[in-house]
Nanobody, 126 residues
Framework: QVQLAESGGGLVQPGGSLRLSCAASERSINNYAMGWFRQAAGKERESVAAISRSASRTYYLESVKGRFTISRDNAKNTSFLQMNSLKPEDTAVYYC???????????????????WGQGTQVTVSS
């Protein structure tokens, strides 16, 4: 039912910044928990960040704390992932995800999300 589309990926130098966007086809995402995941070549998918329906709680992968920020704009049906101080190890395909009725207030596992975007490539290299 809900379609998600990521944008904002690209090639940046170490230390650079990118802002990823996830646009939802649903009219309103105010009741959706949102998350961002990534998968590097040859590695397993991992949870990067998540935000609760009320936006009162957030989760971050330990390696991105202090560098990445997840946010949401319900009026525009969009979630964002601001990525600063990017490192080569951040290189991956980034996916956004959403769930309307999460089993927990702040879902962080892939199995807890129902809807997924197609991904956007982020490459950090000199």
């Amino acid at each position: 039912q809900v379609q998600l589309a990521e944008s904002g990926g690209g090639l940046v130098q170490p230390g650079g910044s990118l802002r990823l966007s996830c646009a939802a086809s649903e009219r309103s995402i105010n009741n959706y928990a949102m998350g961002w995941f990534r998968q590097a070549a040859g590695k397993e998918r991992e949870s990067v960040a998540a935000i609760s329906r009320s936006a009162s709680r957030t989760y971050y992968l330990e390696s991105v704390k202090g560098r990445f920020t997840i946010s949401r704009d319900n009026a525009k049906n969009t979630s964002f992932l601001q990525m600063n101080s990017l490192k080569p190890e951040d290189t991956a395909v980034y996916y956004c995800a959403a769930v309307t009725a999460p089993t927990v207030d702040l879902p962080i596992l892939a199995s807890e999300y129902r809807y997924w975007g197609q991904g956007t490539q982020v490459t950090v290299s000199s």
